[in-house]
Nanobody, 118 residues
């Protein structure tokens, strides 16, 4: 059974930084893409950043220059470094992985809360 587990969320003041981590277990394959989505209260889930197995990345415009996605050395692990956070970044952040598609949409983590206070 494939499981994605996120960690690293929390409460931070505006201008601060957080680093989210995600690791998959139960996989024998390598995801072609992994990524981070977020969902704020009353809003739809949106893609924040994604990265392919080849290292190609794409970001939502609102986070470009502030967030950095990277893949870990462990198979099917991914990180999201978030700098210069603002209250608009407050949301539940979800990790996702996919064997065939970009952006990823096949396997999901449970989510980790990120709250940015002003």
């Amino acid at each position: 059974q494939v499981q994605l587990v996120e960690s690293g969320g929390g409460l931070v003041q505006a201008g601060g930084s957080l680093r989210l981590s995600c690791a998959a277990s139960g996989t024998i394959f390598r995801f072609i893409a992994m990524g981070w989505y977020r969902q704020a209260p009353g809003k739809q889930r949106e893609l924040v950043a994604a990265i392919t197995s080849g290292g190609s990345t794409n970001y939502q415009d609102s986070v470009k220059g502030r967030f950095t996605i990277s893949r870990g050395n462990a198979k099917n692990s991914v990180y999201l470094q978030m700098n210069s956070l603002n209250p608009g970044d407050t949301a539940v952040y979800y990790c996702a992985g996919d064997r065939t598609r970009v952006p990823p949409n096949e396997y999901w983590g449970q989510g980790t809360q990120v709250t940015v206070s002003s």
